[in-house]
């Protein structure tokens, strides 16, 4: 049987939501030092680095964004499927018919009673 634990689930989404707001800083921090340069002489090489790290970065959260969106959305069809489950079935609650075996006489055995998991 698979089973979840949410509270590992809630964690790996609470950690990329961190790894996010690192990124969004380091592309705040990108944005701000093209923002310094770019009236400087020289300086179109690296604006355009500057400007392709802050798109790589762009990607990165948004990869991430969409795994905590993938993680959140399956811990919830999880926990909606296992709710459906234990309302249909109260597998405490299960009664068992009883079950009635009958004896039967099982003939031309003789000589190989020994060969029988039980005695007849």
């Known amino acids: 049987m698979t089973y979840i ?6 964690a790996a989404g609470e950690r990329l939501s961190e790894q996010i707001s690192i990124l969004r800083e380091l592309k ?3 944005t701000l030092a093209e923002y310094k340069i770019r009236d400087m002489a020289y300086m179109d090489e690296t604006i355009y680095l500057l400007r392709k790290s802050r798109d790589e970065l762009q990607e990165e959260m948004d990869t991430l964004r969409c795994m905590v969106q993938c993680l959140e959305g399956a811990g919830e069809l999880f926990k909606k499927t296992e709710q459906g489950i234990a309302d249909t079935y ?3 609650r299960i009664i068992y ?3 009635v075996f009958g004896t039967s006489h099982i003939s031309g055995l003789d000589g190989y009673e020994n060969l029988l998991a039980f005695y007849i």
């Open 28 to 30: 705040e921090e990108l």
């Open 90 to 92: 109260d597998l405490e």
């Open 97 to 99: 018919p009883k079950t």
């Open 5 to 10: 634990d949410f509270k590992i689930v809630q």
